[in-house]
């Protein structure tokens, strides 16, 4: 059988979280995010930073669009903005069922933070976003963080 296509969509939100409680929603989050992404073959990144999430997600057009239904209905965010919804060749973030990043904790690659904040206020195209994504992660994934 031919494997079916792939899809990756981006998109910024704007959290509706009351900041001291960011961490523990997001640990939630993160916790349904690894296993059901995990069961739907849905790899990618979510991002946090001061008052904003951008989320990477990658699979089939299907799993894509259900999760992304889901997360739409979410209250935990608002003024979804999809920047990127197109189908490529592989995934970036294959090892990840969703991979996440405190923008505001990381201090290590003040160039890599700025690309992600301009990122982050759309002034990049969705391709160099995952550039700059993955290249954190990856750096993260050295340090066995
Ligand atoms: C910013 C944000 C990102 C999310 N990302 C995912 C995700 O990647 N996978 C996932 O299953 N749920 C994710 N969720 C949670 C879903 O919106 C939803 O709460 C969860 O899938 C449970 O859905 P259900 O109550 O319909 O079972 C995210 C929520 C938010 C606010």
Same mark, same amino acid.
């Given at each position: 059988?031919?494997?079916?296509?792939?899809?990756?969509?981006?998109?910024?939100?704007?959290?509706?979280?009351?900041?001291?409680?960011? !961490?523990?929603?997001?640990?939630?989050?993160?916790?349904?995010?690894?296993?059901?992404?995990?069961?739907?073959?849905?790899?990618?990144?979510?991002?946090?930073?001061?008052?904003?999430?951008?989320?990477?997600?990658?699979?089939?057009?299907?799993?894509?669009?259900?999760?992304?239904?889901?997360?739409?209905?979410?209250?935990?965010?608002?003024?979804?903005?999809?920047?990127?919804?197109?189908?490529?060749?592989?995934?970036?973030?294959?090892?990840?069922?969703?991979?996440?990043?405190?923008?505001?904790?990381?201090?290590?690659?003040?160039?890599?933070?700025?690309?992600?904040? !301009?990122?982050?206020?759309?002034?990049?195209?969705?391709?160099?976003?995952?550039?700059?994504?993955?290249?954190?992660?990856?750096?993260?994934? !050295?340090?066995?963080?």
């Amino acid at each position: 059988m031919p494997t079916p296509p792939l899809y990756r969509l981006i998109y910024i939100s704007r959290s509706t979280i009351d900041p001291p409680c960011l !961490a523990g929603e997001v640990d939630r989050i993160l916790g349904t995010s690894r296993v059901s992404n995990h069961l739907a073959a849905i790899s990618g990144i979510l991002l946090a930073s001061r008052g904003h999430f951008c989320q990477v997600i990658e699979g089939t057009l299907t799993h894509v669009e259900r999760l992304f239904e889901t997360i739409q209905r979410d209250p935990r965010h608002r003024d979804i903005a999809v920047m990127e919804f197109v189908p490529v060749p592989k995934r970036v973030f294959d090892h990840w069922e969703m991979a996440f990043l405190d923008i505001d904790c990381l201090t290590s690659d003040r160039e890599s933070l700025g690309r992600l904040a !301009a990122a982050a206020s759309l002034s990049l195209s969705g391709r160099s976003m995952v550039d700059a994504f993955a290249r954190l992660t990856h750096q993260r994934a !050295a340090f066995g963080d």
